[in-house]
C-alpha cells in the first residue's frame, strides 16, 4: 500500500468515499444487456480465497467471472492516468490495483474459473455477446 507522505487531503479522501465501487453505470448496462440476451447471474460474489474481493457479475455454475473496470481505478491503458498532484502516492495505488486484479485473475484461474475483464468504455452489447459465448461454451 502507499506510504502516508503524499497522502490525499482530507477532502480528497472525503470525494474518493462518494464514487460508487458497484452498481455504477457500466456495470448496470452490462448487466442489462446480459439479461436481455437471456443469461441469469449473480451480483458481487466472493473471490474464493479473498472474501473481500467480488465478482462483479458471476455464473458460479459454468464458473464464468466478470469484472468491469474503470478506466481510472485500474489503470485502464487508453483512458488511464496519474493525477498530477500526489503522483507518486497515486501511481503506487494504481500500480497495487492491478496488481491485486492480476492476484484475482490467478486465483479464479487456479480454481477453474474462466476470467473476463472489460473496460468500462466497451460497448455493453459486445461485452454480453463476449461473456455470452464464455457461458454458453462452460455448459
Given at each position: 500500500m502507499p506510504d502516508g507522505r503524499d497522502r490525499p487531503t482530507p477532502a480528497v479522501t472525503a470525494l474518493?468515499?462518494?464514487f460508487r465501487?458497484?452498481?455504477t453505470l457500466p456495470e448496470v448496462e452490462v448487466r442489462r444487456a446480459l439479461?436481455?440476451?437471456g443469461l441469469r447471474f449473480r451480483l458481487h460474489t466472493a473471490v474464493p480465497e479473498h472474501p473481500r474481493r467480488t465478482i462483479d457479475v458471476?455464473?458460479?455454475?459454468?464458473k464464468v467471472a466478470v469484472f468491469i473496470d474503470g478506466c481510472y481505478w485500474h489503470a485502464c491503458p487508453e483512458h488511464g492516468k496519474v493525477p498530477a498532484?500526489?503522483?507518486g502516492w497515486w501511481a503506487e495505488k494504481l500500480r497495487r490495483n492491478v496488481e491485486r486484479d492480476m492476484e484475482t485473475n490467478v486465483t479464479l484461474r487456479r480454481n477453474g474459473w474462466t476470467?473476463?475483464?472489460v473496460w468500462e468504455h466497451e460497448h455493453p452489447a459486445a461485452v454480453a455477446e463476449q461473456v455470452g459465448?464464455?457461458?454458453?461454451?462452460a455448459k
Open positions: 474518493m468515499r462518494r465501487s458497484r452498481d439479461h436481455a440476451s458471476a455464473f458460479p455454475r459454468q498532484r500526489n503522483a476470467v473476463i475483464r459465448r464464455a457461458v454458453r461454451g
